[in-house]
């Protein structure tokens, strides 16, 4: 699977995230790099993901920069030549996910330039980074876990400030209109993150419209099909700096349908 990491630099810590990195990282700048199979949808972007109980490393990817992820991920990274030597893991500290919540963090190319970093049931650790950038407009997972934060901020220990970003439409399509995530949480009658097999089936839905059928509303390619769009997107995020491309090798791949 070809991803796209996308780098979102930190703004500010949460306080426990601060007390445990802070001194671990020298003059770095700090990144949380979520893996997207849809660049073209970071203009809506409201807030990222972790798992709470997931243990992230923060490694050192050069001199300048050190990325948040598994470490899984930064193995895999170090030997696709992302690391100053290839191959070569230099974690330097550890932080639970939960930890990490309420975290300031740079979304790129959104609409809202600075988010929040939320606790996510669903997040699978052998898949991806560890993180995941949100986009509730176009991701049935999103939409789903930001409904439920906003219903029951204090069970989630989180501040309702964090979620108060409203979906954002990117692409809209003849049947499911401005926003697919929604409507099709509707049309599936999904209640809560827990409904972990209608949200399978109401990403697999959400994926075929907006590949399929969707056109851009926002950004520099407004009005284009996304089929179109999805290339020239991932290109500008990478030659901008913004997001590198990060592969995962076939069989260790947690299948889309499972
Ligand atoms: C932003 C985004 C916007 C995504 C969208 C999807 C959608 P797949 O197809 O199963 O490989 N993701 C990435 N890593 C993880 C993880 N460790 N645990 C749980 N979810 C993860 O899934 C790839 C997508 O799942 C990624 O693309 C990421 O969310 C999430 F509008 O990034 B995506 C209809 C989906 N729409």
Not at 15 to 31: C, L, N, P, T, W
Not at 55 to 72: H, L, M, P, S
Not at 203 to 212: R, T, V
Request: hydrophobic fraction near 35%; charged fraction near 25%; aromatic fraction near 8%.
């Amino acid at each position: 699977t070809e991803y796209t990491g996308i780098k979102m630099e930190v703004v500010s810590w949460s306080e426990a995230a601060g007390k445990a990195i802070k001194d671990k990282v020298g003059d770095r700048k700090v990144f949380l790099v979520a893996a997207t199979l849809r660049p073209e949808t970071m203009y809506g972007q409201t807030n990222c993901f972790v798992g709470t109980q997931i243990k992230y490393g923060v490694f050192a990817i050069n001199d300048q920069e050190a990325y948040v992820c598994t470490y899984r991920a930064a193995r895999n990274m170090a030997f696709q030549g992302l690391t100053a030597v290839r191959g070569q893991v230099n974690q330097l500290t550890e932080i639970e996910g939960s930890l990490l919540v309420g975290t300031k963090i740079k979304a790129p190319l959104s609409i809202n330039p600075e988010v929040y970093v939320l606790p996510m049931e669903n997040v699978l650790p052998t898949k991806g980074t560890g993180v995941v950038t949100s986009v509730p407009s176009d991701s049935p997972d999103d939409f789903q876990t930001l409904t439920d934060l906003r219903k029951k901020p204090e069970f989630y220990k989180i501040e309702p400030s964090w979620c108060a970003y409203d979906p954002v439409p990117v692409i809209s399509t003849p049947t499911y209109g401005e926003m697919i995530a929604p409507a099709v949480i509707k049309q599936l009658k999904i209640q809560s993150q827990k409904d972990t097999k209608q949200l399978a089936e109401a990403k697999e839905i959400a994926y075929k419209e907006g590949f399929y059928n969707g056109t851009m509303t926002v950004g520099e390619f407004k009005g284009m099909p996304v089929q179109e769009a999805k290339p020239r997107v991932r290109e500008k995020l990478i030659q901008s700096g913004l997001a590198f491309a990060y592969a995962e090798p076939e069989g260790l791949i947690i299948s889309r349908s499972s």
